[in-house]
């Protein structure tokens, strides 16, 4: 039996009317999930706020209320407790609930804006391989073990995370890696988690939809590195401009990886081909599957990230030659002499990655085509940058939807083009269908040419107007090219 003053550890708690010494049968954030004995988190979120479904939860057999204002009516029997931030006091109650799952498991967290999935899901993969339990929380899928539950968001929330890596520690997990995003460390979702590591990949332009400037997205970042413990070790790109930010304040054990600056851990590209990149590491020569720059990178983090978790050097390198690429992340396929890559790039800095990587592979006697849109209901200054990189690094651009979600393609599609400098304006078509634009795409392709299709890689569904319908790029560009053969 727990207790609700059991779960209360930690909480910065204002005003308490009731009993605290009340069993409780589970925790909720959400009224419409509340039952018998529940206590019910009145959370402010960016959509509702949980404090007008107070009276609900209490109809529904709420046994306490966690709030940051008290209602005007208190129902005799049931326990209020009015708390500084009811965010933060979810996380702690989540963590207390499931008995401190983190403590149990070497728990790595990865965050920056580009390479959080990679690194987080290779590590997954190596740690595997190398014959451990090992837990994933990603955007693309949560394993627990070799079990794998769907992902709704980059970080769950703190109830779903603790609920999870408390099923982890039950079957014997030593690892766990996770993706850990601006929303998830400005919303308390991590708080109460104990880590063993945190890595900072790199910071450019995104989410200034929901961080109103980009100072304000930085320091949220810095924040996670802020709150790791003595214990844990804080990994930075050094060759980030605000990688060492990161570092300022954490009391964790500073360690640094770079390819072009001075850093704990170096690496070199040695060979880059669509076959993948020869690497020196830290002295080490390596050959990897995986390909392009940013790779280097993210190959480098999990090198770094594996001395810090104690593994052997020789055992470390042998694991990462054998990794396979991430669904969604630099997927390539080719047919009829013609190379389709899919990968995620919805940030102007990732697109940039992806298109200066294929530009250093390939021999220019061919075309680059892009496929690229931009999701409606997000950060929209970022739409003119992709416009720009798009058309200046490619040889023919179709600009198209990526989930339009409640705007009007066309309007997105127009936004993207007001980046398109006049003389790449000919290379440019617009077609807000995607299937059609990818099909199009296809046709115009002929041997050697090389179709980039960026944006939502390993999502499987296209999201318009509320509705989510099937859409994979890989399978469908699969199926064009094998049409376009027969």
Request: with cysteine.
């Amino acid at each position: 039996m727990i207790t609700l003053k059991d779960i209360l550890y930690r909480v910065s708690i204002n005003k308490v009317i009731g009993n605290t010494n009340v069993a409780i049968t589970n925790v909720e954030f959400d009224s419409r999930k509340v039952s018998l004995n529940d206590v019910f988190v009145a959370t402010r979120g960016t959509v509702s706020d949980g404090h007008e479904y107070i009276k609900n939860a209490v109809n529904q057999g709420a046994i306490a209320i966690v709030c940051e204002e008290l209602p005007k009516d208190t129902v005799n029997g049931v326990t209020y407790v009015k708390v500084q931030n009811a965010q933060q006091a979810l996380a702690f109650m989540a963590s207390n609930f499931y008995e401190n799952p983190s403590e149990n498991l070497q728990l790595v967290g990865v965050t920056g804006t580009n390479g959080k999935t990679t690194i987080a899901s290779l590590l997954y993969q190596l740690y595997t391989k190398a014959g451990f339990k090992v837990g994933l929380l990603s955007t693309v899928k949560i394993m627990v073990g070799n079990i794998e539950h769907k992902a709704t968001h980059t970080t769950p929330d703190s109830l779903t995370i603790n609920k999870y890596l408390s099923k982890m520690t039950d079957i014997g997990c030593e690892y766990c890696f996770m993706e850990v995003s601006s929303h998830g460390i400005a919303q308390h979702r991590t708080t109460g988690l104990k880590f063993t590591g945190g890595i900072f990949t790199n910071l450019s332009h995104d989410h200034l939809d929901y961080h109103s400037t980009f100072a304000e997205y930085r320091d949220v970042k810095k924040k996670f590195f802020d709150e790791l413990p003595s214990s844990a070790f804080a990994l930075t790109n050094a060759d980030d401009k605000n990688g060492m930010v990161m570092l300022q304040n954490t009391k964790a054990k500073k360690r640094t990886y770079a390819l072009k600056s001075i850093a704990d851990y170096k690496a070199q590209i040695l060979e880059n081909q669509f076959s993948g990149l020869l690497l020196k590491l830290n002295n080490n020569e390596l050959w990897s599957k995986l390909i392009g720059n940013f790779n280097a990178y993210n190959l480098l983090a999990i090198f770094a990230t594996t001395e810090l978790l104690g593994m052997q050097t020789m055992e470390s390198l042998r694991l990462i030659s054998e990794l396979e690429s991430v669904n969604g992340r630099f997927q390539y396929l080719i047919k009829n002499k013609i190379t389709a890559i899919v990968d995620y790039a919805h940030t102007p800095d990732a697109l940039k990655n992806v298109l200066e990587t294929i530009n250093a592979i390939r021999t220019k006697n061919e075309d680059l085509i892009t496929v690229v849109g931009c999701g409606g209901d997000r950060d929209a200054t970022k739409r003119p940058k992709m416009g720009h990189i798009a058309s200046a690094l490619s040889t023919k651009v179709i600009f198209t939807s990526d989930n339009p979600r409640t705007e009007d393609p066309n309007k997105i599609i127009e936004a993207i083009e007001s980046g398109v400098e006049p003389q790449h304006f000919k290379k440019t078509l617009s077609i807000a269908d995607r299937k059609q634009a990818i099909k199009t795409a296809c046709s115009f392709a002929k041997e050697n040419d090389i179709i980039l299709i960026a944006g939502k890689g390993h999502e499987t569904y296209q999201e318009i107007n509320g509705e989510r319908t099937d859409f994979d790029d890989f399978k469908i560009v699969k199926t064009l090219l094998t049409q376009l053969n027969n």
